[in-house]
């Protein structure tokens, strides 16, 4: 029996086991983990009513605990979120499976020939919160890289995660996989998410998802690698020579598509030699969104003046500052001051500017010519996301199955010894 | 002026300006930091003399605090020494850049292409011991790589490290480089370790280069990403296929050919079918090794016995602990068991013994007959390395110029707007 009085016990526990369910997992064949998850996603559709009625017991304490509408429709499942779910799962068993790629490989003068071969990390903590699909979503990327997980969701989300993971590790059953490949820290225990973080050597990475306030804590506290991303303070700037409608378009939908999300645009940034900076903030101020601006903004648009906190922040609403810049340098110098290093983006004509922006702006990910809300894993062919990473270390932008591999060296040698 | 009475102020500071440096750095072409490095190379050589008195400084003041005749060898430079440390920053000039390699490319389905593409990782700290040739070694894979570096040497070595950091920033200044690309920490600040430790976001990783002491407080303390490796604990199981005379040189090589390096040998595994084992034990006992063995090894060789603490033990000396296991099963178990992570080899004809042992292994580096020996970074074809690393992110086993670079991704669109 697991202490759970004891949380640095409990999860050492749960992490020897899932280390050894994780060397189970990596020998695996590609098709077991396939099946597996095609086991799981059938589990899921089964237990739909049940998941149906967990939920509605999360979603009921969850209102008399007085949380928020856009809290509570974090939390609520309903049929077609299930079903989304499920087939979640079963889009990510048909992803390109990176276990055991040969990355590179070279023969040494000596005969010796060296290959470099993906192989999985190990255990993977997750610690999330409200959203109860990221128990299926997670817990599919890390069996089909070959991964153990270890999953920590929001309290409030308790009753619906426990029995997505039923449902989940019911799948793996059937698949003869070790149901302690993902496994669920219960909630009650407040002191377990910080013994995750501790767990130095038991587990290998851990990735937060969920507000600000969460992975803040968890890049303040860890003391295992983490993947992650705290802020997307992500900028647009319009060049001079940039298409008028095209730029027009790019800034509307960097901004408006969706405000809430962390590829979301909050700064906008126009050259001093654009043509009709004025048009850029009517299309922003006419799609609804509040406009915050530097004294060269003023002085052709009415809107409210930006402070000096407002480069620095990331409103995730219909909020945008907007500053007016000399030139690609001085939209670099902004950038290089307040980028978070998620996504920024140029728009212009000019291919010289436009490839010396992309050289020199020092984020997960630079766009040239396209709206900051294409950051995200399935825009960018990977099929799903575990998160966006924008440390510099392992993997960076959206991550998703080869950003759960590592390498190991296999040399195959016929006797070479060194001289 | 740097607070060097504030440690962290210090850091602070020294790692802003490095940032700065890195941001240049990143942006000179493969000629531009290829002859920097020559300048510097030149640059070493004409300040021979200067370095060569600054060590006899060290040397004598070493000798009266008492150090080890094995600790003086690893302080005393030579005229050898120095142009072999200049030879070297020349060879890393010759390497392959990967700065601005294109990782892969995708176009998606709305024209959008995206391309991940090599980028240094930043600011570099490396925190080393006795060893000055590290102040070279590694300000050269520094530079080569686009990174500002952040040197902290081992006070018994600070003339020295000062004499070589002075040259070669002296060469950064002929190739018009910022010299605060490579910056040397004062020894006389103990606490500075600790501030390079905490400094998250201000450097991007740090790498120890140095005995167990310094590796277990880097890793302990570091709030940075560290890439290193603890112990070297290798073993080599060779199995009932093996060939005899092959099985007795690896052996032999593994264990003896150096002693102290972390790629040697540290446990013998031998299978119970192998015919022989008595020659494997009597190889490593003529070419002067003691051994350790368990009940099954003393049955048929006059050797000491090994205890527990024997086979999670890093001798780094002519010691060998051996051990009878029955067949690959168990020399996996074994291994999974005790071995560091390092390097572990098999010596066998069968195949497919061979290819398990390789898939299942889960160390950096995993060989078939071939010596352990062998794990290091010029024999692996790198031209140089930074360190070896044991842990699951990032970069594992010998890293060189690709470890110290990450990747960002580079999208270019005609206008694309997410819908």
Redesign the interface.
């Known amino acids: 029996m697991l202490d759970t009085q004891n949380p640095q016990a409990m999860i050492a526990g749960m992490a020897a086991a899932a280390r050894r369910a994780a ?1 189970q997992l ?2 695996c064949s590609t098709d077991q983990r396939r099946s597996a998850l095609l086991r799981a996603e059938e589990a899921i559709r089964a237990a739909s009513a049940e998941i149906l009625a967990a939920n509605a017991t999360d979603v009921a304490r969850a209102k008399a605990a007085g949380l928020t509408d856009a809290m509570l429709d974090r939390l609520r499942l309903d049929e077609a979120r299930v079903a989304g779910m499920a087939a979640g799962i079963a889009t990510v068993a048909t992803l390109p499976d990176p276990v055991g790629e040969v990355i590179d490989t ?1 023969v ?1 003068p000596n005969g ?1 020939e ?1 290959s470099r071969v993906r ?1 999985p ?2 255990v993977i903590g997750i610690i999330y919160e409200s959203r109860p699909n990221v128990t299926a979503d997670a817990a599919a990327l890390c069996v089909m890289s070959g991964n153990a997980a270890i999953l920590r969701g929001g309290s409030e989300a308790s009753e619906s995660n426990a029995a997505i993971h039923r449902a989940f590790c019911a799948g793996l059953n059937v698949a003869d996989l070790p149901t302690d490949a993902v496994q669920l820290v219960g909630t009650t225990d407040r002191a377990a998410v910080g013994a995750m973080l501790a767990a130095q050597g038991a587990i ?2 851990v990735v937060p998802r969920g507000g600000k306030g969460l992975v803040a804590r968890v890049q303040a506290e860890a003391r295992v ?1 983490v993947l992650a991303h705290l802020d997307g303070i992500n900028h647009v700037f319009v060049h001079a020579s940039a ?1 008028p409608d ?1 730029a027009a ?2 800034v ?3 901004k408006m ?1 969706r405000t809430g999300v962390c590829g979301a645009m909050e700064t906008l940034l126009i050259d001093s030699g654009y043509p009709d900076p004025a048009a850029l903030v009517r299309a922003l101020l006419d799609a609804g969104c509040a406009v915050r601006g530097d004294d060269r903004v003023r002085a052709f648009a009415s809107v409210a003046a930006a402070d000096a906190a407002d480069w620095d922040t990331e409103y995730l609403d219909a909020i945008c500052s907007v500053a007016m810049v000399d030139g690609v340098d001085e939209a670099l110098a902004h950038i ?1 001051r307040h980028s978070s290093g998620h996504t920024d983006a140029i728009v212009a004509a000019d291919e010289g500017v ?1 490839n010396r922006f ?3 702006v ?10 900051t ?2 950051a995200d894993g399935g ?3 990977l099929g799903a996301e575990i998160g966006i990473a924008t ?4 993997a ?3 991550v998703a199955l080869e950003g759960l591999t ?14």
């Open positions: 060397h990596a020998r070279t040494r010796l060296l192989v990390i190990g290998d990475l690698p298409d095209m378009e790019i509307r939908n960097a598509r290089a436009a992309l050289a020199e020092d984020s997960a990910i630079v766009l040239w010519n396209a709206s809300q294409f825009e960018f062919g440390g510099r270390l392992h960076r932008g959206p590592t390498y190991k060296w296999i040399g195959r040698g016929t006797g070479q010894v060194r001289s």
